[in-house]
């Protein structure tokens, strides 16, 4: 009968791991020189905090970011008009998932704001005229239309994380350096896709 060498556990026949150590069997009662030493016992707060919980946690402010980016992207809520041009909030959930939950999570919070927003600027325009520069449905859009409605939003999200990483690192142990390196983030986040949305108008409608 297979055997966990960590827990002890006996298991029934045709069974690989342990569900409980993830570890693989033996085909024998192990041994005390075969048995693994088990896990550390956490300790203080972490023994709440199970994988379990973890991914419970992470999976709700997921979908609490998906849903605040639906909200600022589909309501009048997140649009601010200037002029011919309108400003969003749209990337502050991108923004905060890149800066609590890493790179892959604001690159793809980012990913889904373009989407949101690809989808407002063809069906529902906030501003007929300059529709053209986020959907290549609207005339004289094209390739590059999508290209300005994904890729800034998805570097907003990157940059917003590998900046707040990196400042972390060079600030570490400094008095105050908290609140700047979120700002800081924040901004320099914001401004990733401010720049390169006004640049890929200029560059690829300039004429237009």
């Known amino acids: 009968m297979p055997w966990c060498p960590k827990c002890g556990a006996e298991y029934v026949e045709n069974v690989r791991?342990?569900?409980?150590?993830?570890?693989?069997?033996?085909?024998?009662?192990?041994?005390?020189?075969?048995?693994l030493p088990?896990?550390?016992?956490?300790?203080?707060?972490?023994?709440?905090?199970?994988?379990?919980r973890f991914l419970r946690?992470?999976?709700?402010?997921?979908?609490?970011?998906?849903?605040?980016?639906?909200?600022?992207?589909?309501t009048p809520l997140g649009s601010i008009p200037i002029g011919p041009l309108v400003a969003t909030l749209a990337m502050l959930p991108v923004i905060v998932a890149g800066i609590l939950l890493g790179t892959g999570a604001g690159a793809a919070m980012g990913f889904a704001a373009g989407l949101f927003s690809f989808i407002v600027w063809t069906f529902m325009?906030?501003?007929?005229?300059?529709?053209?520069?986020?959907?290549?449905?609207?005339?004289?859009?094209?390739?590059?239309?999508?290209?300005?409605?994904?890729?800034?939003?998805?570097?907003?999200?990157?940059?917003?994380?590998?900046?707040?990483?990196?400042?972390?690192?060079?600030?570490?142990?400094?008095k105050g350096a908290t609140g700047v390196i979120y700002?800081?983030?924040?901004?320099?986040?914001?401004?990733?896709?401010t720049l390169l949305v006004m640049g890929g108008i200029y560059v690829f409608f300039g004429k237009s």
């Open 17 to 35: 791991k342990c569900k409980d150590c993830g570890v693989g069997l033996l085909d024998h009662k192990p041994t005390p020189d075969e048995m």
């Open 38 to 52: 088990p896990d550390p016992k956490p300790t203080g707060w972490r023994r709440f905090v199970t994988r379990e």
């Open 57 to 74: 946690v992470l999976k709700t402010l997921i979908a609490i970011l998906l849903a605040l980016e639906a909200i600022v992207c589909f």
């Open 125 to 174: 325009p906030p501003n007929p005229v300059t529709a053209f520069v986020f959907t290549p449905t609207a005339a004289p859009g094209n390739f590059w239309s999508l290209v300005i409605c994904f890729v800034p939003r998805i570097l907003t999200g990157v940059v917003a994380s590998l900046m707040f990483k990196l400042l972390s690192r060079l600030l570490d142990g400094k």
């Open 183 to 193: 700002a800081v983030s924040g901004v320099l986040g914001s401004l990733t896709n």
